[in-house]
């Protein structure tokens, strides 16, 4: 069964930085058709898909983090990490990481794998 553990997120002023990092294990298919990527969800908001990359390497960032924040994956160790930096309090969110197979980018998972991890951006 597919599990995630996501880690690195906080309690940080504006214009501070953190380092998002989640492995991926009990994936069904070979790791390396897999698509990975991050979704965060603020209170009372939908959630939203900020960055991903697909099983063939294409990284997308969405516009209000772009410049900011820095995707990268280990497909051999099956680790997703996201560098958050310039924080700013309307990225306060739960941040959850997530994959999909063969999958394009952005997406949205059906439902999510791990507990998350909360970063939180005092102004």
């Known amino acids: 069964q597919e599990q995630v553990a996501e880690f690195g997120g906080g309690l940080v002023q504006a214009g501070e930085s953190l380092t998002l990092s989640c492995t991926i294990s009990?994936?069904?298919?070979?790791?390396?058709?897999?698509?990975m990527g991050w979704i965060r969800q603020a209170p009372g908001k939908e959630r939203e898909a900020i960055s991903c990359?697909?099983?063939?390497?294409?990284?997308w960032y969405l516009n209000s983090v772009k410049g900011r924040f820095t995707l990268s994956r280990d497909i051999a160790r099956n680790t997703l990490t996201l560098q958050v930096n310039n924080l700013q309090p309307e990225d306060t969110a739960m941040y959850y990481c997530?994959?999909?197979?063969?999958?394009?980018?952005?997406?949205?998972?059906?439902?999510?794998w791990g507990r998350g991890t909360q970063v939180t951006v005092s102004s």
């Open positions: 997530a994959a999909l197979y063969f999958s394009s980018c952005p997406f949205l998972p059906n439902e999510y």
């Open positions: 009990g994936l069904r298919q070979a790791s390396d058709r897999y698509s």
């Open positions: 990359v697909t099983w063939i390497g294409d990284t």
